[in-house]
């Protein structure tokens, strides 16, 4: 541990993010790491106080139960300032008043962030200031750029953190050791023994009152855009020879470069949806339309499903299917490997033809690999079996993995410039067919599968 970061300063910190992943994750950090030492400032544009905001910071450790001398320091002495994050005098105070090397970590709706950056530009800005950036980066391409633009005015490229918690998630950091610590996947992790691959993302989490920022994002942009093509990229890219920052981007920028939509044609290879009012778990949901500060004419999507190439020789022909979506019947959460059919199954053997499929799952973070053996009675009978390995939760949550490089300045789990550019290019064709309303926004009953006559993945 090099800790480089001496305050680490919230922008956004009454939202959803802040309370429900961020400081858990600082909670855990600390009760694990109990020699890692950082003041903690709290901010938004919300009327708190420093006890309110306390009471949000013991809460949320609690949830990880979180406890010892460091957990302790840091409650003592954590501080909330109101302020709005666009306003050049707000941000210049907020920083002139924190102890040592800051951290700026914009838990924000995108244009906010934007906006936040452009006033950053305004005033000398203090030595070795990080900068955390959640998803999704900036709110189109082009954005995107002007954003990478604006901040390498403000700050060296290896402070800056593109954030990408699924790059922390035990699961994808699991994909390393499964892939490249094995000599018998690699040798058939391609287009010819790989039929398909889908990765999975579907919650029952629904809005959960978070219309400001996502009802101007949908399924596509706040989850396909960013973290499925990140571990669509973890899964297809090449061994890396190490697995510092350099060698880990570059591998994985090189097959996000390779990526496009199946075919050219994002009409045919995407569908989108929205929920209507259902019951999940005994919680009644409204349409996602009628929801607290939902505005139904934009026509944003709850379920996005896109279907990708990626143009290697590795790759060539194999379909990287991504799906999301929220106020589903049930948590599915996986990457799906189906391998390519037998060549030949000897006469006499009878039952399943199954091809098989290996599972990775995000959480509980596993894996399983489906096979067919021979019946437990009858020899000759086929049956489907399952191998299971726990990955574990890892030491940390996934936003810890993640803090971890942000207080340590290793940029290795975040995503680069050009990285973060390439992902809107790939999405950019399919959410211009979406915009010009050539793929039918589609519905389903919250607390269900999805639309009925979607064909099931993986
Ligand atoms: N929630 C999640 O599960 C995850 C979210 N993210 C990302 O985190 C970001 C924030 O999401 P989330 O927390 O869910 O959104 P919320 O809408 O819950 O929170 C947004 C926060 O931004 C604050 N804010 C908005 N405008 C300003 C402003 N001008 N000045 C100061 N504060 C402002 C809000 O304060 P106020 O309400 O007082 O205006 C609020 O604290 C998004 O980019 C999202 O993609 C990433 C991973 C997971
Ligand atoms: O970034 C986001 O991720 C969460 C899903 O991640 P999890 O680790 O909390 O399961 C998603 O619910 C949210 O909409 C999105 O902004």
Redesign the pocket.
């Known amino acids: 541990m090099t800790q480089s970061v001496d305050t680490l300063v919230i922008l956004g910190a009454s939202g959803d ?1 802040t309370s ?2 961020l400081l858990p994750a600082i909670g855990q950090l600390l009760t694990d790491q109990p020699d890692r030492a950082f003041a903690l400032v709290g901010s938004s544009s919300a009327d708190l106080d420093d006890d309110a905001w306390k009471k949000i910071v013991r809460t949320s450790f609690a949830t990880v139960e979180a406890k010892g001398d460091a957990v302790e320091r840091l409650l003592d002495g954590t501080r909330y300032v109101k302020a709005d994050a666009t306003s050049a005098d707000d941000l210049k105070q907020l920083l002139g008043s924190a102890d040592g090397v800051p951290a700026l970590y914009f838990a924000l709706p995108p244009a906010v962030t934007a906006k936040a950056c452009q006033a950053l530009g305004t005033f000398e800005l203090p030595k070795g200031l990080t900068l955390a950036l959640e ?1 999704p980066f900036g709110t189109d391409r082009e954005s995107a750029i002007a954003l990478n633009a604006q901040l390498a005015k403000l700050v060296p490229e290896d402070q800056i953190h593109r954030v990408d ?2 790059l922390g ?1 035990s699961s994808v950091l699991n994909i390393l050791g499964v892939r490249f610590a094995n000599g018998i996947l690699e040798p058939i992790w391609d287009g010819l023994h790989i039929e398909r691959v889908d990765v999975i ?1 579907d ?1 029952t ?1 629904a809005l959960e009152g ?1 219309a400001g ?2 009802d101007g994002a949908g399924a596509l942009i ?2 396909i855009q ?2 499925l093509l990140q571990v669509m990229a973890v899964l297809a890219m090449e061994p890396p020879s190490t697995l510092g920052a350099p060698d880990l981007r570059d591998a994985k920028q090189l097959v996000l470069r390779a990526t496009k939509v199946w075919g050219d044609d994002p009409v045919a290879s995407s569908r989108r949806a929205r929920y209507g009012a259902g019951e999940i778990e005994g919680r009644t949901l409204p349409a996602y339309a009628d929801e607290k500060g939902v505005d139904p004419s934009r026509e944003t999507e709850t379920l996005a499903e896109v279907t990708l190439q990626i143009d290697t020789w590795r790759w060539k022909g194999v379909p990287f299917t991504l799906r999301s979506g ?1 106020a589903l019947g049930g948590r599915r ?1 996986e990457m799906v490997i189906t391998f390519a059919p037998a060549r030949q199954m000897p006469v006499g053997l009878k039952g399943t033809m199954e091809p098989a499929k290996l599972r990775l799952m ?2 509980p973070d596993s894996m399983e690999l489906e096979l067919n053996i021979n019946g437990t009675d009858d020899p000759y009978e086929l049956e489907r079996t399952t191998l299971t390995a726990d990955f574990g939760p890892g030491a940390l949550l ?1 936003y810890g993995e993640v803090l971890e490089g942000i207080l340590d300045g290793d940029p290795s789990l975040s995503v680069r410039a050009d990285t973060a550019v390439e992902c809107w290019r790939i999405v950019e064709p399919v959410l211009d067919a979406w915009r010009q309303g050539r793929v039918p926004l589609e519905e389903y009953p919250a607390g269900s599968d999805g639309p009925k006559d979607w064909a099931p993945l993986g």
Do not use: G, N, P, Q
């Open positions: 993010l429900r992943l998803k918690h699924f998630r993302y919650e989490l978070r920022y996502y706040d989850m960013s973290h929220k959460r995000f959480a996934a």
